[in-house]
């Protein structure tokens, strides 16, 4: 059973910083490559950054690149958000994905964690 748990949301003022977390099973986090996604009230689900399971390559969605960052503890099976320079148009419900192609596309994500709330005020 493929288990993704989020943790670290919460509320920001713009500006600020937030590291988010997600603890996978240990299946997951050898097999799969991990990404991040948001989804804002009214708006589609919309990727945020993935990182390869082999070779810890990363990508980015345009609007976090330079702020965001992904990253993977292979000691801990975690992968990691880190947010700086948060914005209210960041404010969303942020999802840890697993998937078998690294890649964007929200359709190609097989397992999917409950979601962490961001919050960031102006």
């Known amino acids: 059973q493929v288990q993704l748990v989020e943790s670290g949301g919460g509320l920001v003022q713009a500006g600020g910083s937030l590291r988010l977390s997600c603890a996978a099973s240990?299946?997951?986090?050898?097999?799969?490559?991990m990404a991040w996604f948001r989804q804002a009230p009214g708006k589609e689900r919309e990727f945020v950054a993935a990182i390869s399971w082999n070779y810890g390559n990363t990508i980015y969605a345009d609007s976090v690149k330079g702020r965001f960052t992904i990253s993977r503890s292979t000691a801990n099976n975690t992968v990691y958000l880190q947010m700086n320079s948060l914005k209210p148009e960041d404010t969303a419900v942020y999802y840890c994905?697993?998937?078998?192609?690294?890649?964007?596309?929200?359709?190609?994500?097989?397992?999917w964690g409950q979601g962490t709330q961001v919050t960031v005020s102006s």
């Open positions: 994905a697993a998937a078998r192609t690294f890649t964007r596309i929200t359709g190609a994500y097989d397992y």
């Open positions: 240990e299946r997951t986090f050898s097999r799969y490559h």
